[in-house]
């Protein structure tokens, strides 16, 4: 009977021990441009997911290991499940349900001041800091152009980094045209723009690509990572 306990109990444990949350996507990039004055509000964001793999609620507990800034008027900023929290903020909590799933975003903020950023953000169970996930957040952003007078939240591109197609979505333009450009400005594709449409990147040498989508009024711009 001893036995039999002390083996049940063995696999309890073992069970409780392994992985019981996973993330979408652990390295991810935000990328756009600078803003014109040091007034400017400008969020460059990524975006991920967090999802329960077990029956019982669970909480998870993050905490930001990493924030390293271009200069000081650069901020960043960590959304979980539940809200966004401020910048001065490095560390959270939230409950998962059994089996549920929420959406994760992080955030620079560099005003007017082009450079590069990273965050590291480590998500792990309350009950097992052992089972951990550690999230990458890579920021660029370049000096402000005509580009930045867009406004790049009109526009979705999936997935980000991609590798042989992307998918995009314009939550104003139905139809018009779109161009590609590298990241030195140069133009390298143009073609009609049917909203949801899938685009070919198989062409494309690995780098960072902004895809500019037009109609006779608005002009909507988005940054993407070919890899």
Do not use: V
């Given at each position: 009977m001893l036995k039999r306990l002390l083996l049940i109990c063995t696999l309890a444990f073992a069970l409780n021990s392994q992985a019981q949350f996973e993330i979408e996507h652990d390295t991810l990039y935000a990328l756009g441009y600078a803003g014109k004055t040091a007034s400017s509000f400008v969020d460059l964001e990524a975006h991920s997911k967090i999802k329960h793999t077990a029956m019982q609620k669970?909480?998870?507990k993050w905490v930001r290991t990493t924030n390293a800034l271009q200069s000081s008027e650069w901020t960043s900023a960590v959304c979980d499940i539940l809200s966004c929290r401020g910048v001065e903020v490095d560390t959270g909590s939230f409950q998962l349900s059994g089996m549920d799933s929420g959406s994760l975003s992080f955030h620079f903020y560099p005003k007017n001041v082009r450079g590069t950023g990273t965050m590291v953000v480590?998500?792990?169970?309350?009950?097992?800091?052992m089972d951990y996930h550690d999230v990458v957040i890579l920021c660029q952003a370049w000096t402000a152009t005509s580009v930045s007078t867009m406004s790049n939240e009109l526009t979705s591109v999936y997935p980000n980094p991609c590798a042989a197609m992307i998918s995009v979505n314009n939550s104003v333009i139905a139809n018009g045209t779109y161009s590609i450009l590298n990241s030195?400005?140069?133009?390298?594709?143009?073609n009609e723009y049917v909203n949801g449409m899938t685009i070919s990147t198989a062409d494309l040498s690995s780098g960072v690509y902004t895809i500019i989508i037009k109609d006779g009024v608005n002009t909507s711009a988005k940054q993407f990572v070919k890899e």
């Open positions: 669970e909480t998870i480590r998500f792990f169970r309350e009950n097992n800091p030195f400005g140069q133009m390298i594709s143009t």
